[in-house]
């Protein structure tokens, strides 16, 4: 796996303090959100435990001894899910999250174009050799859980492009 | 009360009159006494009191009986009192108006008012002794020399509470003694800010002819100092006229200096300037914040000004936000990064002001923070500058 490219604000201190001023807050959460998409996405995490990875290079650079605070993690958090990019899997405690890089609909096209590249249409095939089968293994979304899948899958088959076979098959049309 | 004699209201050649007071009425101790409306008067050895219907009736009670004053206020339908402590009576004295009393003091009543003054003059007479230096008289000589070894280190209440009188006594001169020296300062100083005029005149004069560092300092440091004529409350009267002139005074004091120190000054750096500017007429907190208040209804070219965390400062009118926000951002590019302290190091002003003027920057979204445990430090804010995601 390739180093991972981190932007030119993790090594910039206030970037692990909460700005005051909103207007320079919203560019720096910004700035937050995609670096923890982009982190997530190249180590293909599919999920994040807060109190991990706080301590993980993600939210913490050991270069400069900066950590980003916990509040401010979950300030990040919060971001990203109204983006809609995480789900709380507990969302009292708010302890674990489910992150997706990308949208279950970005993922359904992004399965479709690869079905429809490959002549799979009016295909069935198991969404285990979809995500991890020999065939994919170039692909973004091979290695990808089970839940992300099945609700990708679901947005494909909202508009008529797939239909569901129980919980391990799949027809597309 | 049977420490009081008979007297012919007199004085004694060596005596002098000191204070004069009507409308007093004596107790004995808490009880009513027959003189009731008489005149006190204060000399250097004794206390009378003259009735004031029957001038044949006068009173008097030596200053060495006394051992310590103590004023009461006066009250709801009470007459402010000077309680008098005295020693006890002397077995030989003149004959008196009461034989004998219970009581170890007596109180004076002042009907008509006047006992502050009447206080303040008492202990100092008190405090003077004078009694003591002009004991020419052999009886008394002889009463002193027997009383002598006994009446210096008396034992029991009265002795602690001379003790506390000689103490209370002591600290009483050293005061005065204090104040006596400010008080030839105050006399002087208008001389010295006299003094430092001219000789700022002189070295203004010569300009030309001086050329090393300090004489040039030492000139400027006169130049700031002195306001010829100072506003007063004596030359401007009270109230909004006298704040209004004051407000002038000290836009045309604070003009210069705040040029030289990047255009504002905190409101106790104000204070303290315009202080030693004055010399001896010293303005107080009240009279400087209520003049600055003035200022821009005024219209004078300073103005005051009140920053979101409650400090105050003085700044010139030329010198808008927008400058303030230009030249801090300047400095925190030129360093890189920089904390108030560093700030107020590099631009020289107070760590207060730096404080102001790097939060002012940062809502004006040119700075941004880094907070960590070492302290707040100050960076240009690349957030709005560079690309979210670096091309």
Not at chain 1, 98 to 123: A, C, D, F, H
Not at chain 2, 284 to 312: Q, T, Y
Not at chain 2, 374 to 379: C, I, K
Request: charged share 25%.
């Amino acid at each position: 796996m390739a180093e991972f490219q981190w932007p030119w604000q993790y090594n910039f201190p206030p970037f692990f303090t909460i700005q005051p001023n909103k207007d320079t807050q919203a560019k720096q959460l910004e700035a937050w959100c995609l670096l923890v998409l982009s982190y997530c996405r190249h180590r293909r995490q599919y999920s994040l435990d807060v109190t991990d990875a706080q301590d993980s290079p993600l939210f913490h650079n050991k270069k400069i001894d900066r950590k980003l605070p916990l509040d401010a993690v979950y300030t990040v958090l919060e971001e990203l899910r109204k983006k809609g990019n995480i789900e709380w899997t507990d969302p009292k405690k708010r302890n674990r999250c489910l992150i997706m890089w990308r949208t279950p609909e970005e993922w359904g096209k992004i399965i479709y174009q690869w079905v429809t590249s490959n002549g799979m249409n009016n295909t069935v095939c198991t969404t285990y050799e979809l995500v991890n089968g020999d065939d994919t293994t170039s692909q973004e979304f091979h290695g990808m859980e089970s839940w992300l899948l099945t609700r990708a899958l679901q947005t494909l088959q909202l508009e008529r492009k797939a239909e569901l076979m129980g919980s391990e098959g799949v027809k597309f049309f | 009360m049977d420490r009081f004699v008979w007297t012919n209201g007199l004085l004694e050649p060596h005596e002098d009159l000191k204070a004069q007071q009507h409308g007093i009425k004596i107790y004995d101790g808490e009880d009513k006494t027959p003189f009731e409306y008489g005149t006190l008067i204060l000399t250097s050895h004794r206390l009378i009191w003259r009735d004031h219907k029957r001038s044949d009736c006068v009173l008097a009670l030596p200053l060495s009986q006394i051992v310590f004053l103590e004023e009461t206020e006066s009250g709801l339908g009470k007459s402010a009192k000077i309680v008098v402590h005295l020693n006890p009576a002397s077995p030989n004295r003149p004959p008196g108006p009461v034989a004998s009393s219970q009581n170890s003091y007596i109180r004076l009543s002042f009907k008509d008012a006047g006992e502050t003054e009447f206080h303040r003059r008492f202990t100092e007479e008190l405090a003077r002794r004078s009694w003591e230096m002009t004991q020419a008289d052999p009886a008394q000589q002889q009463q002193a020399a027997q009383a002598g070894p006994t009446g210096a280190r008396r034992a029991g209440i009265v002795g602690i509470e001379r003790k506390l009188e000689q103490k209370r006594k002591e600290t009483d001169q050293t005061i005065s003694v204090a104040f006596e020296d400010l008080s030839n300062l105050m006399e002087k100083a208008k001389d010295m800010v006299g003094l430092s005029k001219t000789i700022a005149q002189k070295i203004q004069d010569k300009q030309g002819a001086i050329s090393e560092d300090e004489t040039v300092q030492f000139k400027s440091y006169l130049l700031s100092l002195g306001i010829p004529n100072p506003v007063t409350r004596e030359t401007h009267g009270s109230g909004t006229n006298y704040h209004m002139q004051l407000a002038k005074e000290l836009s045309q004091v604070l003009q210069q200096p705040l040029q030289e120190c990047g255009g504002m000054m905190s409101l106790a750096d104000v204070y303290c300037r315009v202080n030693r500017a004055r010399g001896m007429e010293l303005l107080s907190p009240d009279d400087l914040l209520n003049a600055c208040k003035l200022l821009e209804a005024l219209n004078l070219p300073i103005r005051l000004r009140e920053f979101d965390s409650g400090v105050v400062v003085v700044q010139l009118v030329s010198h808008s936000e927008e400058e303030v926000v230009r030249e801090t951002t300047r400095l925190v590019e030129e360093s890189g990064s920089l904390t108030a302290e560093e700030l107020s190091r590099v631009a020289s002003f107070s760590v207060m002001l730096a404080k102001e003027k790097l939060l002012t920057t940062e809502k004006k979204g040119l700075l941004c923070r880094d907070d960590t445990v070492e302290g707040l430090r100050f960076y240009p804010n690349l957030f709005m500058t560079k690309p979210v995601i670096e091309a």
